[in-house]
């Protein structure tokens, strides 16, 4: 800029426009954090704004796509008259259950996988070859075994997580910077103060990656088991409402599974914070 | 056996370390062979050599690291080692590093004594990384001190630091060795840095003690010997 400064006439035209540029090239870098924190709320605010415009205007019809309000009124009476509640209530246990039970038994799985040798030569190749198969498709078998009650929900839930955890969880100790572990043999620690001061903590980001994942999974194989032949819980919710064509509990209860899709990798990131605060990629400072 | 043996036997009988035939090899490529090394307390040697050349294999088998496949190493039950790297552990504040290791109600309290001591008193909540490359490797000193080691073994501890914060360095450690007077032996490429802190520069090569220099004497002469020895210089030419 100094040079173009220096240089006379005709070029200070020149260098009027590149100023100008230059301000547009301000003026969008200083659109705050705040502001782009607002827009990326704006913009889907703005989609359901349009939905429900479109509907009312009777562009869409009720039985494809109901409005926004419509959804939200059915959501109000079946929570003052109706069962969602209570459904609600079904769905989450199955799904707290599953994942306890699951990620207990992929954790504790990659504990073993994850420090001996010996583990990782039994038990590994059957992990990963039970794994290959898409666990959805194991649901008719499952019926076979435990019906269609709590059991078979429950089952598929926390077959779903397992495999996530597992997995990341011996990744995770795999993972651990092998001159550290050198450090607690200097240090003296002993193998449970190892495992507890350095192994632990390094395998973490691993791990709460492996919870993410299975959070997702989770989800999805609690949705296939509901819809298929449960008394109660959204999904059942759902299927009873094709019966009657209510479209507007359908699409209810599809936001409903996305709002605790959401909020359950919100869970996720908060504890990323909380626990990584340390990790440069996590940690929201000290 | 060699000349530094015979000046370690006119010292008072205190060793920290007292190394015999030692051999080590890995797989069919013997590393060390035939070594001897005695290092008295409070006493600060320095090992030279080219790389390769075994320095690290040594300080390793006497950390007790690695194997040894022949000869005797009596060392105190635990010394504490310094690396090139901090090794400090991300997710824990300073002091919980600097006391990793440490049992006891006081843990905390001698942490922070020895964080005072390498000019990091005030820093005891904060994250490893906030920390610049010499601070880090401070921090990694106290917690190598804080286990009052009879024998300090420190294997290129200031190579990745810059010029300036490496002579601070220097001075802290002299600092600490003499309040603290463990044995020290210092790895190290660097032949002012041996010369600046060693009272006994050994130099190694073929697997064995080649040269032994004790300090304090013309430090010029000693350069040139030393480079001399390493294969940088001819002979007893001036630096």
Known sequence: ?286 | MSVHEAAAAQRPADPAVIVNGLRRAYGDRTVIQGLDLRIERGEFVALLGESGCGKTTLLRALAGLDPIQGGRIIVPKRPAVVFQEHRLLPWDSLWRNVALGLDGPDARARAAAALAEVGLGDRLDDWPRNLSGGQAQRVALARALVQQPQLLLLDEPFAALDALTRIRMHALVRELVATHRPGVLLVTHDVDEAIALADRILVMRGGRIAFAHRAHRDGLVARGDLLAELGVLAAHAPA
């Open chain 1, 1 to 286: 800029m100094s040079n173009i400064d220096q240089t006379a006439g005709p070029i200070e035209l020149a260098q009027a426009t590149t100023d100008g540029h230059l301000n547009g090239a301000d003026r969008r870098h200083a659109i705050g954090p705040a502001t782009l924190q607002a827009l990326s709320w704006l913009a889907p605010a703005l989609l359901v704004v349009i939905w429900e415009a479109l509907a009312q205007g009777g562009y869409l019809s009720p039985q494809v796509l109901p409005a926004p309000s419509k959804i939200l009124r059915t959501a109000y009476k079946l929570t003052t008259q109706g069962t969602l509640l209570n459904d609600l209530g079904v769905s989450l246990l199955r799904a707290t259950a599953g994942f306890a039970i699951g990620g207990a038994i992929g954790f504790v799985l990659g504990l073993l996988v994850g420090f001996s040798r010996l583990a990782e030569a039994l038990i590994d190749r059957s992990i990963q070859m039970i794994r290959a198969i898409p666990f959805l498709a194991v649901l008719p078998l499952v019926i076979v075994w435990l019906g269609v009650g709590e059991a078979e929900k429950v089952f598929l839930v926390a077959l779903g997580v397992t495999f996530p955890i597992y997995i990341n969880t011996t990744l995770g100790i795999r993972q651990v910077d092998p001159k550290l572990i050198e450090l607690a043999r200097v240090q003296g620690l002993s193998p449970l103060a190892l495992i507890r001061r350095i192994i632990l903590p390094g395998a973490l980001p691993s791990i709460l990656t492996g919870v993410r994942y299975a959070l997702a999974t989770a989800w999805l194989a609690l949705v296939v088991a509901e819809t298929i032949g449960a008394q109660s819980g959204l999904g059942f919710l759902a299927m009873d409402a094709r019966e009657f064509l209510r479209t507007d509990v359908i699409v209810l209860t599809i936001v409903i599974y996305a709002l605790i899709g959401v909020l359950a990798d919100l869970i996720a990131r908060w504890l990323e914070r909380r626990l990584l605060a340390w990790h440069p990629n996590y940690g929201a400072g000290r």
